[in-house]
């Protein structure tokens, strides 16, 4: 086994390199083990690992102009003799493999393929606690990734629901904010339903703590949006309706204005409202809807 200074020798050899290595100098991986079999914890901590990464990949504005990398239960590994570290979610920016990664079958994130440490990795605590504020606070700080998170939906490890720490030095401090400057992201804690479940979710967030929205998000919102436009046109051709009825038809055409006000085709009611001046009776009126 490894012993940690070599593992930190090593993981420094690397980082003096830049991880600048050319495809035949890349190390043979064909005996690591680069994933398993291990079930996840529970739904909501998989809904919340989906929620943290798929925001990313949904039409939503992160503000993330560079290529990267958001996943959930994939494995990081430094060099080949590391055994590996599997956090819920990590967050990798400025990456350098690019589309190739995939092509040469990259099943895990192999330090040296893509040219650095994530920038951030969260762990979500589940029932049963799994030494996140012990030996991962060791473990991650050994691969030099900036931020590592706590979140503790069920306070498995106490009353604080999130903790933050930033790498200072070889070790982790605690960071009283949840704001990565140098990812200009922050996470915050969001009180609302996901997939129809209500709770305090753990979400992404700009500088002022707005919530990135997932796609869903913006797709209501945007029809939302069409829907107020669309009634506000409604109302103003059916005002036009009115008016022309009353100066065609007098009171006679305004009681024809309730059955023309549940008409929801936009278009047809912009027909009724053009047509009114030149129809010249009640029953030819109705031959329009």
């Not at 049963?128 to 473990?139: A, F, I, M, Q, V």
């Not at 931020?147 to 933050?164: C, E, I, N, S, W």
Request: glycine share 6%; hydrophobic share 45%.
């Amino acid at each position: 086994m490894v012993s940690i200074q070599q593992s930190a020798i090593n993981l420094e050899v690397i980082m003096s390199e830049n991880f600048a290595l050319l495809p035949h100098e890349y190390p043979d991986t064909s005996k690591m083990i680069l994933e398993d079999d291990t079930p996840l914890d529970s739904f909501i901590n998989e809904k919340q690992q989906r929620l943290l990464t798929t925001v990313f990949y949904s039409g939503a504005e992160t503000g993330i102009n560079v290529p990267f990398l958001v996943a959930a239960n994939v494995g990081l590994f430094p060099h080949v003799r590391h055994k590996g570290i599997v956090p819920d979610v990590f967050l990798s920016l400025n990456i350098t493999g690019s589309e190739e990664w995939w092509e040469r079958n990259v099943r895990s994130y192999l330090f040296w393929e893509f040219g650095k440490s994530p920038d951030v990795v969260i762990e979500i605590v589940s029932p049963t606690s799994g030494n996140e504020l012990d030996s991962k606070l060791t473990d991650y700080a050994e691969l030099r990734i900036p931020y590592y998170v706590v979140y503790d939906p069920l306070r498995k490890l106490g009353a604080t629901l999130l903790r933050v720490f930033q790498l200072q030095g070889s070790s982790y401090i605690p960071k009283n904010d949840a704001w990565f400057p140098d990812v200009n992201l922050g996470l915050t804690l969001w009180n609302g339903s996901f997939e129809n479940i209500n709770a305090t979710w753990l979400r992404w967030c700009d500088v002022d703590g707005n919530v990135i929205k997932t796609g869903d998000e913006l797709a209501v919102e945007k029809n939302a949006e069409i829907s107020q436009k669309n009634a506000q046109i409604k109302q103003a051709l059916l005002l036009a309706v009115e008016m022309g009825l009353k100066l065609r038809f007098g009171d006679a055409g305004i009681e024809m204005l309730s059955d023309i006000s549940v008409i929801n085709d936009l278009k047809l009611l912009e027909a009724i409202a053009s047509q009114i001046p030149n129809i010249t009776s009640i029953d030819e009126l109705r031959k329009l809807f």
